[in-house]
């Protein structure tokens, strides 16, 4: 990041702790940063297209365009509270009486909607049944998979934190999100004119171009990139730190369930062995609403047909209750189903239990931003992508730097590992870009009923992604990366054609609709196919302008 | 080049390595057992101790980079850890 950069990137090893505290640091910086770029360059991508993981869904599903319109102005047939209260009682008892939890969700936030029942069945899984609000007989929902079935934006927000590769991915995840840390760290020790370099960028002077670029999107969204990756980590604390649960619980799964149990329902009542029907629920959700000032979405009650059975009530929150509060949780109330004693109550965007648990919901929260609406989702969108750019230029200024002069910091193996980290910057930068369009291209391309649909439209892209890393590995460098920026142009500046064949929607069409979901994904798309020509053009006309050419290559990394 | 002197220069970096991924690790795993033991409600003292302790290997990695001798390095490593285990069982044990 300063001119020590340099001297201090002698080595891999050798500069391991040595020279000045800058020095070593920027040694650190380098290294740390470079091996993890590209992943992270994946992390950041992924994670911020997750932002808008709905929008993409509806893009994803055109099939339910229809039906979701349909659904908004389609009277529904409405049953009281009171009597959608019952209906799943009667349909519990009957049943599933000896379920050691049920949930109902009599109602949606204005009192009509679906009526939905929840229970955890024998093997203690999760099991659900829909039951019909005009007479309260379980509705037999069609088992058939949808006929595009597809993973939809969902892709993206598994990706970014497991990289579908479940909690082995999620610790390979959170190494990287740790050595983020540490590369922001020892970046921000090795820039010592930090609020000098912020307002410096000097456009078209090769390396210096790429370093002020670094430096300005870094220091420009430094507080965001901390707040991303520490609550990245802090999401996941229970499975990256377990030590003190472990020694101070257990190891057993009932250990970590005591710790959580702990945690958030101190209060808890063990089973008592003394039957009790469970009473009529309408009073107990009638002051719940009134405790915590919302309409009732979900009644939870443990152990029912007990004594100590509790009965929970949750409420729905709002639109401006979303826009407000950071804690993404809704308002609850808990009551002793024997008694009808109060046992907790949480207001709309608070935590059960202490301080630390509301810490950790906000920290989710911020991560998640579920809240603050359009404004903040679009803002963590460009923030996000500012990371990415961070990643990309600082992978491309290491090789920009090693163009001209050779640091032999691999001894005999230099020149060939050089060779493998110019073609993992494009396969990491450019061939990860195209593979996301591509998965969006594979939506549209995969045959529609197959079996397993979703996980086809996964193959294409991880196969494009495999394709463009051959790719960048076959080819040189400057002529990967001007193939793999033509690709995506291409791919990008086609989707809106692709999509009004094989579906018939047209961009200008969907903005007559308001279908501004749909609309956006596929301007968003569009901006980055102009900026990978754009990007193209400019490295072309630097290849004419100067020879030999220098090989720079554009940032651009729009999804 | 030979393996001999190769080694000779990548040891200290395999330590400094070895510090700050797995040193770290320990000293941020000992704070998190030291807290759950230190303070009451113990749940809410672990998840408390579970946030911080990121901070802590990261703070860890960064002073195993940093240009200090071997020895001092790993000083600076396993003192703390070591004090923070100490205490976490002694409080575990006085408290019962």
Partial sequence: ?????????????????????????????????????????????????????????????????????????????????????????????????????????????????????????????????????????????????????????????????????????????????????VALVSGVITHRRIFKDFFTFRPRKGQRSWLDAHNVVAVLTLPFQFMIAYTGLAISALTFMPAGVVAHYGVQNADRERFSTELNEPGKPAVSGQFMAVP???????????????PVRAVVIDHPGDASARIGVYGWNDEESTLRRIGPNSGMAMFSAATGEVLQVRQPGGADGGTATLAQSVMGGLHMVRFGGWALQWLYFICGLMGA???????????????????????????????????????????????????????????????????????????????SLVHALCRPPRSAWKEQLAALALLCLLLPVLNAITTGAFLFSQMLHGDWESAGVEMVVVATGLLALAALRWQSGLAVSRAPATNRVPTEVNP | MNAGRITRRAAPFVQRLLAAVLGGYLLASAWVVFCGALSTPKAEAVLV???????????????????????????????????????????????G
């Fill in chain 1, 389 to 467: 750019v961070m990643m990309a230029t600082g992978a491309i200024l290491f090789m920009v730097k090693r163009r001209h002069k050779h640091l032999g910091e691999f001894g005999s193996a230099t020149v060939r590992v050089y060779r493998l980290i110019e073609g993992l910057n494009v396969a990491a930068i450019a061939g990860l870009t195209l593979a996301c369009v591509g998965y969006l291209w594979g939506n549209r391309l995969v045959p529609l009923g197959i079996a397993h649909r979703g996980d086809w439209e996964l193959g294409v892209f991880f196969a494009l992604w495999a394709l």
């Fill in chain 2, 49 to 95: 101790g579970m946030q911080f302790s990121f901070a802590i290997h990261v703070a860890a990695a960064i002073w195993a980079f940093s240009p200090v001798a071997l020895s001092r390095m790993w000083l600076g490593i396993v003192v703390p850890s070591a004090m923070l285990a100490v205490a976490a069982f002694v409080l575990m044990h006085w408290r």
């Fill in chain 1, 1 to 181: 990041m300063s001119d020590q950069h340099e001297k201090s990137a002698k080595s891999t090893v050798n500069g391991a702790g040595s020279g000045g505290f800058r020095q070593a640091h920027a040694w650190l910086h380098t290294w740390c940063g470079l091996w993890f770029s590209w992943l992270l360059f994946a992390v950041f991508l992924t994670g911020t297209l997750a932002v808008f993981e709905d929008p993409i869904t509806h893009w994803m599903t055109p099939e339910h365009h229809a039906e979701e319109a349909a659904e908004h102005s389609k009277p529904q047939p409405v049953a009281s509270l009171s009597q959608r209260l019952a209906w799943g009682v009667d349909y519990m008892r009957e049943h599933h009486l000896t379920a050691s939890m049920w949930e109902l969700w009599p109602a949606d936030a204005q009192g009509a909607g679906e009526l939905r029942v929840f229970w955890f069945d024998a093997n203690k899984q999760y099991a659900a049944a829909q039951l019909s609000t005009a007479d309260g007989k379980p509705i037999e929902v069609s088992k058939a998979p949808p006929v595009r079935g597809t993973q939809g934006g969902h892709h993206f927000v598994t990706f970014h934190y497991e990289l579908h590769a479940g909690t082995v991915g999620l610790w390979i995840v959170g190494i990287a999100a740790l050595a983020m840390l």
């Fill in chain 1, 280 to 294: 009529e629920l309408e009073s107990f959700v009638l002051r719940g609403q009134q405790l915590m000032g919302q």
